[in-house]
């Protein structure tokens, strides 16, 4: 159908050595169709709940100023 689409976003974890990986697939996203503002949201939080039942240990990227945990796909700074 015209203006109907499908939102998607795919990512990975941990980064340094992938266990896991995650597809998100949403079918006529309204009123955003962007895969980075409907569907990584939902990676996110299932990545989330992953790590915390599993308790996974976040990656780090350290740098002069600023630390980062990394989650494939989205970046939460944890800057001091």
């Not at 998100?24 to 169709?33: A, K, L």
């Not at 989330?48 to 989205?74: A, C, E, V, W």
Request: proline share 8%; aromatic share 14%.
């Amino acid at each position: 159908e015209k203006n109907k689409y499908v939102a998607s976003f795919i990512g990975f974890f941990p980064s340094y050595n992938p266990q896991y990986s995650i597809l998100v697939v949403i079918d006529s996203p309204e009123p955003e169709y962007y895969g980075s503002i409907v569907a990584a949201p939902v990676f996110k939080k299932i990545a989330q709940d992953i790590i915390h039942m599993k308790q996974i240990k976040p990656d780090r990227l350290n740098s002069k100023s600023r630390n980062f945990d990394y989650i494939r796909g989205g970046i939460e700074s944890t800057s001091h």
